[in-house]
């Protein structure tokens, strides 16, 4: 099989991974995990993990690795995913990229370098020192003054990835978009890779979140929140930015009233669905499959091409 690689791709509650243990069965494949959130030990309900049994035997790669205190980077998976990938090749087996987090996929697939900036301790205590004195609502304003395209992917709570930003902009004169936009990408010549898209009618798609909002908290999410509060996780970390984390951990914080807190994360759910397609659409080279009514044909039509491209060596 070479160094053919798979990957599906799309929002989220699209249907990605019941394809990944379809595709997995056809063609002797393994499922690497390409989700930022699964990473985590812990965190099951909120972020959609496969169960053992829905694994149906297939092994998966990269979940349950961290604990939920432990920080996680695109960097991150990219080495780590690389390593599976050479590991499963090596065994005669087919990868299979599973996730909807674009600039981590993107990073293996298209041979994404990582801007190494060398950490400024000076800065950085200089920036700590503000937060205390003025909080950090006024070093997010500095970051959307000086990088807002950082601004809109940070969020205002995550101090940590504010307090780096602004270091890299008063330390080298440029912004971290800056650097990230510096970076040549090119396809990697190491993978050949098919990419999947799933995507659904957006009214369809919608209701499909909303519903599995809902099951998640029938299942236990809210106890979910509780426990990883428990066990020392804070709104610094990581795995506190994920949907449905933050918006329950503010109601559990009384920031906000319970249906507030639904609200919030039915809305942020369908717009992290939206920026995942455009993410999709203008970043990667993606063959998309339309899985609206979960028309009968578009499996076999998936299949088809999947094992052409598989042929084609």
Not at 16 to 29: E, H, P
Not at 102 to 118: C, H, N
Not at 165 to 185: D, R
Not at 220 to 241: P, Y
Request: charged share 30%; glycine share 6%; hydrophobic share 35%.
């Amino acid at each position: 099989m070479n160094n053919k690689v798979i990957a599906i791709v799309g929002p989220t509650a699209v249907g990605k991974t019941d394809l990944s243990i379809t595709l997995a069965k056809q063609f002797n494949g393994e499922v690497i995990n390409g989700d930022s959130m699964q990473v985590y030990k812990g965190m099951d309900i909120g972020t959609a993990k496969i169960t053992e049994e829905e694994t149906e035997g297939i092994p998966h790669h990269l979940i349950d690795i961290l604990e939920p205190t432990d920080a996680y980077s695109a960097a991150d998976f990219k080495r780590l995913c690389l390593e599976k990938i050479e590991d499963i090749q090596s065994r005669g087996k087919l990868p299979i990229i599973v996730g909807g987090s674009g600039l981590y996929i993107q990073s293996v697939l298209y041979g994404y370098d990582f801007p190494e900036t060398k950490r400024d301790a000076q800065k950085t205590k200089e920036l700590e020192d503000i937060l205390q004195e003025k909080g950090i609502e006024y070093l997010y304003e500095q970051l959307k003054i000086n990088d807002p395209e950082q601004a809109k992917d940070i969020h205002p709570n995550n101090t940590r990835r504010v307090i780096r930003a602004l270091e890299i902009y008063h330390s080298t004169g440029k912004t971290k978009s800056q650097y990230l936009q510096e970076q040549q990408q090119h396809v990697s010549h190491k993978l050949d890779a098919f990419i999947i898209g799933l995507e659904m009618e957006r009214e369809q798609l919608y209701k499909r979140i909303n519903q599995r909002v809902d099951l998640m908290l029938a299942q236990g999410l809210l106890d979910e929140v509780g426990s990883l509060i428990e066990q020392g996780v804070s709104e610094e970390n990581t795995a506190f930015k994920a949907i449905g984390y933050k918006e329950l951990l503010s109601f559990l914080q009384k920031d906000i009233d319970f249906d507030e807190a639904i609200f919030l994360l039915k809305r942020n759910s369908r717009r992290f669905a939206k920026r995942q397609y455009t993410w999709f659409k203008n970043k990667m080279d993606v063959h998309w499959f339309d899985v609206t009514n979960r028309r009968k044909n578009i499996q076999q039509e998936i299949l088809h091409q999947t094992a052409g491209f598989l042929q084609d060596i």
